[in-house]
């Protein structure tokens, strides 16, 4: 009896821990397969697995799945940044690709900048201009400059500056400082060694020595109004002799008298003008080696076959109507002499492009401005 009794009891005492176990599995399926269920939801949205972990972990899964997808929340949960006071913020902020992107969120937010402002400072500089940013006091006027499309962090001082001296509103500030008006011409230039179809050169933008064009062809004989070959990029004589073609049909006889210069030609230039008249005229008429547009190989001379004064023939007034349509822009008109800082020069065109410049055409715009407005990254 009392064996029996035993036996029984160890029966049930067997039992007992199996159904605790299976249920400890059962529930361990369940919150894995919940868990995975979670992440893959997140994922779906466009969370990483990395941040869609740390959300899971911080409790946050029902707050980002109501924001829905966000690049900067999920920088932030994928970061060791991460801070829970300022994750409202992080939702509102605006991303950007950055290393030290949520770092210096919280140091923008901890200085008291609005979100708003903080999506300025960063979507207006880059990861080291915003983290120098991040390291200083709070500023003033962030809004007013900084949202203009074309304004860079970089430059903010120079905004608050200039427009302190000039008065100007604030879409003439960012647009002038960005041109360097704010500096002297020819003092502590930008150099530029990479080739590029458009780039911008001026009395703040020099080509370094080794700017070579890559692409250059020999302009057809009958085409040159001058001792000697001109030589242009290929993109540009065949938009000139497309150019031409149009302009016969008027009865223009479009010519070329100069195209690419070397950073060596106007070396040599500067020398022979400096031997014959002196430093104050080279000064003040002779570009300088790599300030000069012809060094770019995008910029013609255009001559008259027939008319010896460009300005004085009716293809200079084709010119004026016409350029644009084949991607042509003068370069250096009489009402932009205050911005381009060049005398009017009748006969100089630079190929933009067509569409680039129709937009210079129609809105009576400089290169220089359109460059800062749309090409200046
Ligand atoms: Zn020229």
Redesign the pocket.
Known sequence: MTKKKVKLKLKSNAKKPLIIISAVIIVIIIIVAFYFNRIGELKNLGYSEVAAKSIIFKFKYSYVMGIGENKTLNAAFESNDYLEDNLDDYAKIDYDDQEHLISNINKLLDKGYSDNEVSLIISKGDDESVSDFAKRDKVKYIEEFLSIDFAKLENFDRYVEYQDKENDDAETTVLYVNMDFDKEDYVDPLVIDKFDDYVLVNKHRQLSSDYVPDDLVTIDEEYVKADGDVEIERNVAKAFYDMAEAASKDGMELMVS?GYRSYEDQEEITNTYLELYGQNYVDNYVAKPGF???QTAM???IASKSVDTFVNSDEYVWMMDNAYKYGFIL?YPRSKEDITGYKC?A???RYVGKKIAKYIHDNNITYDEYYVMFLDN
């Open positions: 100069s000069s547009e012809h910029s013609l001379d370069r020069e006969w100089h065109y």
